[in-house]
């Protein structure tokens, strides 16, 4: 729901009371984020006009920029899978956090991150055990969650509110809400909003607040936040041009000075495709004049707009095509590479809280490592000029280590895995050369042999 700032003493001394006043303060809140909810699956304002004749079109054309520049950025920032390093080569503990990551399914993980954090302005993940005693983390949408930070310290973590609401078969509503702290876990269930109740006080071992909050940025915005009023107009001036055709093609046939005449007249003029006026008649539909220059002119314009205010290029423009050299497609994605560096940074920080989190747990079965050992690089899925990357690649071999220079190439997810399947093919290779100098030297003959 939010992130809140409270002093440390304040907040030792939060009781159950204190608990259910906070969710209640911050459900205002919500509204928000049902709106960029909505935005982003189509369910725009435009829906809710209400046509001001029954006899006027009323066209509803959604065009969803929203969702579009949601996932455009969010696939070139997360749409190559994060790839991990030991600093030190400690190749245990690189091991045993990919195994955690794998059994978590890390890399759809990340991506739902992302995305919420680009619709939301920010998300949370939780981290807990499960029956199996497994390491897991999960999503929490910033509307159900609200984080207690230290007012002292801008990362410091006091608290975490989460809440869900469901349906059970009666239809009746149901609230489960979590409290957790650096060591506990309140347990609140309730039916309805006034009657929450604490039910149980559970201890946990992470050592630390079991949540990693994944900001957008420092204002926590959504990505196309900015841009909503921009595509509620294109949505209108769409949805306005359709109802102009259609309101032509259903058009009034006006006539004048048609004479006395029946019905039977009428009917003998359809059939032969001509009408008889009297004198100073006319024959003529009722058309809406329609600036087809104009509105395409407007139309543009909101386009560019929403692409410029946004950060997001529009991929569909002409000026993609063709063969780009790598300078020319980063000058072209410059606003976006602005954008998704903020990301980075806040993203990075979320990932190594995640892994000294993770880390505590190992500490509990006897396991030392430090958290920081983890390098953590993020790969961009931009277009790729693979013949340009693979000349530099090859130029840099002497000058760079073997995993920089395998890092550059598109297509490599693991380059220490590459790198040491390159090292094991180099000695399968060595030792099938040893084989058959070996086989050779058994075979040939010394002098004395052939003499004989």
């Known amino acids: 729901m939010s992130v809140i700032y409270m002093d440390r003493s304040s907040f030792n001394s939060l009781d159950e009371n204190d608990i259910k006043r906070i969710y209640s303060e911050n459900k205002m809140s919500l509204e928000r984020y049902k709106e960029l909810d909505d935005q982003y699956i189509g369910k725009h304002k435009m829906l809710d006009k209400v046509k001001s004749s029954n006899n006027d079109p009323n066209n509803k054309i959604i065009n969803n920029f929203c969702k579009y520049i949601t996932d455009a950025v969010t696939g070139y920032f997360i749409g190559e899978p994060i790839v991990y390093s030991s600093a030190s080569e400690d190749k245990e503990f690189l091991e ?14 990340n991506a739902e991150l992302a995305k919420k954090s680009s619709i939301h302005g920010s998300v949370f993940e939780l981290l807990y055990m499960d029956e199996d005693s497994n390491i897991r983390f999960s999503k929490v949408p910033a509307n159900q969650g609200i984080l207690i930070k230290d007012a002292a310290l801008e990362d410091g973590y006091l608290g975490f509110i989460r809440s869900l609401h469901y349906l059970d078969k009666n239809k009746q509503m149901h609230i489960l809400m979590e409290f ?5 876990v309140w347990y609140f269930k309730g039916k309805g909003e006034g009657s929450l109740q604490l039910v149980s006080v559970m201890d946990h071992y992470w050592q630390d607040v079991p949540v990693v909050e994944y900001p957008n940025n420092a204002e926590r915005l959504g990505d196309f936040e900015g841009i909503i009023s921009l595509n509620d107009a294109y949505n209108t001036v769409q949805s306005n041009t359709a109802n102009l055709f259609q309101y032509n093609d259903e058009a009034l046939l006006k006539i004048t000075k048609l004479g006395e005449v029946t019905t039977n007249d009428i009917r003998e003029m359809r059939q032969k495709g001509a009408v008889i006026l009297d004198d100073g008649g006319d024959v003529s539909w009722m058309l809406k004049e329609i600036n087809d220059t104009a509105i395409e002119n407007y139309k543009n314009r909101l386009i560019q707009d929403m692409h410029l205010f946004s950060g997001i290029p529009n991929m569909t423009d002409a000026s993609f095509g063709g063969n780009l050299s ?3 497609i980063s000058y072209k994605m410059w606003s976006m590479d602005q954008i998704v560096k903020i990301k980075e940074r806040k993203f990075k920080k979320g990932i190594q809280r995640r892994i000294e989190l993770i880390t505590n747990i190992f500490a509990l079965f006897g396991y030392t490592y430090d958290y920081r050992d983890i390098n953590i690089t993020f790969k961009r899925n931009a277009p790729q000029n693979d013949l340009e990357n693979a000349q530099i690649a090859t130029m840099l071999q002497g000058m760079l280590s073997q995993y920089s220079v395998l890092s550059r190439i598109n297509g490599i997810e693991n380059p220490q895995d590459e ?8 000695e399968d290779e060595e030792v099938s050369q040893g084989v058959y100098r070996n086989l050779a030297s058994a075979f040939e003959l010394t002098e004395d042999e052939l003499n004989e």
């Open 180 to 184: 957790y702290t650096s060591t506990e």
């Open 326 to 328: 790598g300078v020319a």
């Open 96 to 109: 045993k956090i990919t195994n955690v990551f794998e059994y978590n399914d890390e890399q759809d993980e």
């Open 419 to 426: 790198i040491d399947r390159i090292k094991q093919e180099n």
